[in-house]
């Protein structure tokens, strides 16, 4: 079968792919050398889809951090509590 090349994909698409080959394998309709090659793609879309919000993950990190350092420090510890448990 042939496949579109990963780096070229969106992430919405890589996960729209990944998400159709579960569904394909959980079927259990599929011959062995299709089941694998399918398997296979998966887990290729999977590490990619992962390393892609790992990156994201740590770009917030960075802008968290960078907001963080700028931002007027507030004193909250006289102020009254407001919210109960089991209201």
């Not at 420090?73 to 919210?83: C, F, H, Q």
């Amino acid at each position: 079968m042939e496949y579109k090349n990963i780096d070229e994909m969106t992430f919405k698409e890589a996960s729209i792919e990944l998400e159709q080959i579960v569904r394909s394998l959980e079927a259990g309709d599929l011959e062995l050398e299709e089941l694998l090659d399918r398997y296979g793609r998966g887990v290729e879309l999977l590490k990619s889809l992962r390393a892609r919000l790992n990156d994201a993950e740590q770009k917030v990190r960075v802008l968290l951090d960078a907001t963080d350092e700028a931002a007027p420090t507030t004193d909250t510890a006289s102020a009254p509590a407001t919210a109960y448990i089991n209201e």
